[in-house]
């Protein structure tokens, strides 16, 4: 058994606490600490590169960040962010086996449409129930030889509601997952509604984004959630801190509103989706005129 389908099967370890790296600094904090193991996610490691996580880097770009991270957890377990796989399920079969050469234990993978955006912004999509199954089954087998375990994320909570979420856990179990993540509930309900039907161990998103539930460690796992990820709060507060040091070097005033909001300022996030938007209409204007 591998290592995390064997914490998880430990019901006495308690709730596995998974904090955030966003660089090898961050992970040597983290493999110093009393944490089991190391997380990364996308969102930071795009914020590191001076980007929102709107599916901008490059699988290059992430695996290079992901070197990093595991040299410097130095043994302990990496459980990294696979995004929606990296393209079609020939691409979901690369990502897998490079992550394991990298040395990464544990991997969860989602069904957004590409390119895929931080679960927690408005305007995420998924693709149909046979092409989720079909990329969380390619991935756990391809996790089988390569010694990566599979963590099944869905994204359809927001945009297809709870029943579709908990109907794709279920099937995603089914592939053979060690752990689900529904991401992005909207209130403890639905945290519990998710923990109490799920059949695999649950995985929660702690990320404080402001659009779900602030839950401390002792309500989730008496809820039964069985691990917890924070993937940016080390970011959040690295990003505070280097703004008020500048405050105290060159003077001025805060200049954003901080936290989750902040940094998606900082790296310029609504801008780029209206950007976007605006290239397909003025794409659909263009084709209207052919």
Known sequence: MAWLSERL??????????????????????????????YCGGFATAAVAGLPDLG??????????????????????????GDAGHGGL??????IHRLGRIGVSAVHIEDQVAPKRCGHLDGKMVVSRDEAI???????????????????????????????????????????????LVDAPRSAEEVRTIAENASAPVVFNAAPT??????????????????VIHPIEGLLAATAAVEATLRTLVGGKAQHCGGFDG?????????????????????????GRI
């Open 9 to 38: 099967a430990d019901t006495s370890a308690g709730l596995l606490v998974l904090p955030g790296a966003h660089d090898g600094l961050t992970a040597k904090l983290i493999a110093g600490s009393k944490a089991e193991a190391v």
């Open 56 to 81: 901008l880097l490059s699988f290059e770009e992430i695996s290079g960040a992901l070197v990093r991270i595991v040299e410097a957890a130095g043994g302990k377990p990496v459980v990294a962010d």
């Open 90 to 95: 020939l691409n979901v079969e690369r990502t």
């Open 134 to 180: 079909a990329r969380i089954a390619t991935a756990v087998a391809a996790g089988r030889k390569a010694g990566v375990e599979i963590i099944g994320r869905t994204d359809a909570l927001g945009p297809e509601g709870l029943d579709e979420a908990l109907w794709r856990a279920e099937a995603f179990h089914k592939t053979g997952v060690v752990a689900v």
């Open 210 to 227: 402001g659009s779900g539930p602030a839950l401390d460690h002792k309500a989730l796992q008496t809820i039964g959630i069985a691990a």
């Open 263 to 287: 940094i998606n300022e900082i790296l310029g996030t609504h801008a780029l989706v209206s950007r976007e938007r605006a290239l397909w209409q003025t794409t659909t204007n263009d084709l």
